[in-house]
């Protein structure tokens, strides 16, 4: 039996969405192909003919969900103009913090599985994460100086690691002060001009 082509989109992304969430809840190392297609209700054979490997898929995730942060980035920019700084700490810290791990932002919970994948799915990565900073970095450009460029890695760099310590500890009260301490400084670092030595 043929399936149409619609048919074939609709299955890929099935199992993208289903890998998504499995790599973000059990890591790269924990998602196997076997769980992966069960949680998208497909055969084994069905995700052979839409990857090659399970690497394949990661890496295919792991572009989808930059391209998510990006779109979401350029989103808040053009409703929200220069307030966006402060809409995006607030909803990263807030948000993309407290939701299910398997929802989570690919920045924050992807990252460190990148950094044992192969050379391949980095290449990939580094050039979607250096699309998302250029966003950032463009939506600074109303600040005096000239780091635009380094203050959207600082950002970037703040937000995930806060996220990442805040869901590490299990006391709520902790997780909050994480929260708001990274806020705090994020906040400032988008607001204020930079310190000169």
Excluded at 138 to 162: E, M, T, Y
């Amino acid at each position: 039996m043929r399936y149409s082509i619609e048919h074939k989109h609709e299955t890929r992304e099935r199992i993208l969405d289903a890998a998504a969430r499995l790599f973000r809840r059990e890591g790269y190392g924990g998602a196997g192909i076997g769980p992966l297609t069960k949680e998208a209700g497909v055969t084994n054979g069905a995700f052979y003919s839409h990857f090659k490997s399970k690497s394949e898929a990661f890496r295919a995730v792991v572009l989808s969900g930059m391209a998510q942060l990006k779109d979401a980035i350029v989103s808040l920019k053009a409703e929200q103009g220069a307030r966006w700084r402060r809409s995006f700490v607030s909803f990263y810290l807030g948000q993309r913090r407290t939701c299910e791990l398997g929802e989570s932002c690919a920045l924050q919970s992807l990252t460190p599985e990148v950094m044992r994948a192969d050379d391949e799915t980095r290449e990939a990565y580094e050039k979607i994460l250096s699309a998302v900073i250029d966003e950032v970095s463009s939506g600074l450009s109303d600040l005096p100086g000239a780091d635009h460029g380094d203050r959207a890695i600082a950002l970037l760099s703040l937000l995930a690691g806060g996220v990442t310590l805040a869901r590490a500890v299990r006391d709520p009260a902790v997780s909050e002060r994480i929260a708001n301490a990274v806020s705090r400084y994020a906040t400032a670092l988008v607001d204020a001009p930079p310190r000169r030595d």
